[in-house]
Every structure is written in C-alpha cells, then in structure tokens.
C-alpha cells in the first residue's frame, strides 16, 4: 500500500542522499586490486530495479542516464581521483610526503589519464567534468531499444 504512494525519483534521491555515502564510505583508500566493480556494480543497478520494479532482464543504464546517475564504477573513482589529488596537494608536509612515498602518484596517473585528465593537480570540479564528459563513450543510446 505505501509502495504505490511513493514517487520513485523521490525514493531514489532519498537513497543517494542515504545510503549511497554509507555505501562508499571509504572507498578512496580501498585497495583496488581488492575490489569487486562488477558485484558493487550489480548492487547499485539492483537498486535501480528495486526502485522502478523494471529491467529485471535488461540494462539498467538508460534508466541510470534518465535519472542524472552515475554508474558505481565512475562515483568510486572520482572520489579516489579527488582525494588522491587532495592528498599529494596538502599542505601538511607529511601527507605530501607519505602520498609521494607509497605510489600514490602512480595510482592518480593511472586514474587521470583514464579520463583524459594531464596534469596531476585538479580541482574538484575539473574531475567531475571529465567523468561527465567520458560518459559520452558510455554507450546508453545502445540500451534505449531495450526497453
């Protein structure tokens, strides 16, 4: 009775605002050789078919691309991207010099250059824009004759 009365937009920033931060709690400093995307992945596109009750058999992207969501892949490295970029740029000494130390600079060379970012030191809006700007290769228009 109170799943017909809910607005799924609604429920859905109510999950991002909730449990998506407790989700990704500490992801910037999760090894990633450890991490699993495709069952966080499977996951997040599960909520997504909780929500809508649809696409048990298909794609869930082009709903993830109507509603202005990200895929879990992407929100995980923009913010270890930013926080490694944070950490090599702080102006406390020994963060700098711990992040230098233990390959922290390869890792945001790697994650950079992955989204076509060429220098080390971005802000924070510059690294949401070029994941933004990489979803273009995301290929939602694939998944629109899904539905």
């Known amino acids: 009775m109170v799943r017909q009365q809910v607005d799924e937009i609604m429920l859905l920033k109510l999950v991002q605002t909730y449990c998506l931060p407790r989700l990704l709690y500490g992801c910037e400093i999760w090894p990633r050789e450890a991490l699993d995307m495709k069952e966080l992945n499977v996951m997040w596109n599960n909520v997504f078919r ?3 009750n649809c696409c048990w058999r298909e794609s869930v992207k ?3 691309y109507f509603c202005h969501s990200l895929p879990l892949t992407y929100l995980i490295e923009e913010r270890q991207l930013i926080f490694l970029n944070n950490l090599l740029h ?13 390959s922290v600079r390869f890792e945001i060379l790697g994650l950079s250059s992955k989204y076509g970012l060429n220098t080390v030191q971005n ?24 539905i």
């Open 50 to 52: 909780q929500i809508f």
């Open 62 to 64: 082009p709903l993830q």
């Open 90 to 102: 702080s102006d406390n000494f020994i963060l700098r010099t711990l992040a230098c130390r233990f």
């Open 123 to 146: 802000s924070k809006s510059t690294v949401k824009d070029a994941i933004s700007d990489s979803l273009q290769f995301y290929d939602f228009t694939a998944c629109l004759y899904c």
